[in-house]
């Protein structure tokens, strides 16, 4: 419930719903700044891999996958060895439903994980090829 009070514009009644409100706008507001602070860095350090990922990563936990891909189009480009990349563009690309492209670039990231030894990456991918077929029947 809304209820005007005076000097202070519109506010909302029910305590609940305020501290609902005072949280998503907590998240909203420091997942902005998150995302400012690594664009930050990110111009004075532009081939910084883990920033890379990380920004590429609060795009997708914002919901914004098209600049996820996006981001992890490009950390790929500058570090083709970034096993980690490959799997969450993967993921990012099969919610956006583009199959096609997730089983690419999955298929090529198994064996770059495997031959920098990253085992748990790997495995995570073949694991997502494996229920995409699934799901395709």
């Known amino acids: 419930m809304i209820s005007p009070q005076r000097g202070q514009g519109q506010r909302i009644g029910n305590p609940c719903l305020r501290s609902q409100l005072a949280e998503w706008c907590e998240v ?7 995302r400012e602070q ?3 860095m990110l111009a004075e350090m532009p081939n910084d891999v883990e920033l890379r990922y990380m920004l590429a990563m609060e795009h ?11 981001c992890f189009h490009e ?11 490959y799997h969450q563009a993967g993921r990012t690309l ?8 997730a089983r690419a670039i999955l298929q090529a990231g198994i064996p770059v994980a495997q031959r ?13 090829l494996q229920s995409m077929d699934e799901a395709q029947g």
Request: charged share 25%; aromatic share 2%; glycine share 6%.
């Open 28 to 34: 909203r507001m420091s997942a902005t700044s998150r």
């Open 38 to 40: 690594i664009e930050a």
């Open 94 to 101: 099969q919610r956006l439903n583009r199959t096609a492209e």
């Open 75 to 85: 950390l790929i480009a500058l570090r083709s060895d970034y096993a980690p990349a």
């Open 60 to 70: 997708a936990s914002a919901g914004d996958d098209l600049a996820a891909v996006r």
């Open 116 to 128: 920098v030894g990253n085992q748990h990456a790997a495995g995570e991918m073949m694991e997502l």
